[in-house]
């Protein structure tokens, strides 16, 4: 039987770039360990879910409640910190949960609005961070190009198996476009560092956000 689940190898980087996002904004160790935790949930949950899709429904529920457990002790970590650091963290958890819901999948022909929406989340994290002022620019742009990589390479894991199909030999391919976006993403921060150390007055924050929008529209062009 043709395996129709999005492919794992990029949806497995998708949810990695997605971690490292809000790792990025996070400031506080509060922050980074709660998140190590709701990472194994999240291995939990999305590994739970496609035992289940390969008829392992017990193994695959036992993995899952855990996953959502591990998921509520990363939650009630976080309610020991500040408000500040709750909402800089929760909407990106919660995306992060929706985006491995929707590669796992645990919707088939659903799986476009759950990373749209889960990458979403991401990116309000991000933005609160960057509201709240507790991260520097450097972390925001890094958050911000990263949410963008976890986009790409969500929707890479259906593209490629909409058009070729689960089984056939797709990793040297996920790889190349893996390490194409991170290059884009790389190659963004660097122009941005760039601008910055050349000591280009009246260059704003503004101007920068506008590189990194840049950089957004050029991913998406690769993408297209």
């Not at 190898?9 to 190590?36: D, E, H, M, P």
């Not at 796992?104 to 709240?132: I, Q």
């Amino acid at each position: 039987m043709t395996d129709r689940n999005p492919l794992a190898l990029s949806g497995v980087a998708s949810v990695l770039a997605g971690l490292l996002a809000i790792w990025f904004v996070a400031t506080s160790s509060l922050q980074r360990n709660a998140l190590l935790v709701a990472a194994l949930g999240l291995a939990g949950v999305g590994i739970g879910i496609r035992l289940a899709r390969y008829d392992h429904r017990l193994v695959g529920a036992i993995l899952g409640a855990g996953g959502l457990g591990g998921l509520a002790v990363a939650f009630s970590r976080l309610g020991r910190g500040s408000l500040a650091q709750q909402l800089e963290f929760y909407p990106g958890v919660i995306g992060l949960l929706v985006l491995t819901a929707g590669l796992a999948p645990v919707y088939r022909k659903y799986e476009r609005p759950y990373v749209t929406v889960g990458t979403a989340l991401v990116f309000v994290s991000v933005v609160t961070a960057g509201v709240v002022q507790s991260a520097t620019i450097w972390n925001l742009l890094a958050g911000g190009v990263a949410t963008v990589v976890a986009w790409d390479l969500g929707e890479q894991a259906i593209n490629l198996r909409n058009h070729v199909g689960g089984d056939a030999r797709t990793w040297p391919v996920e790889l190349t476009h893996a390490s194409a976006a991170a290059a884009v993403g790389g190659g963004a921060m660097f122009l941005a560092i760039f601008v910055e150390n050349a000591n280009v007055t009246g260059v704003p924050l503004a101007g920068l956000g506008v590189m990194l929008g840049a950089a957004v529209v050029l991913t998406t062009a690769l993408y297209n």
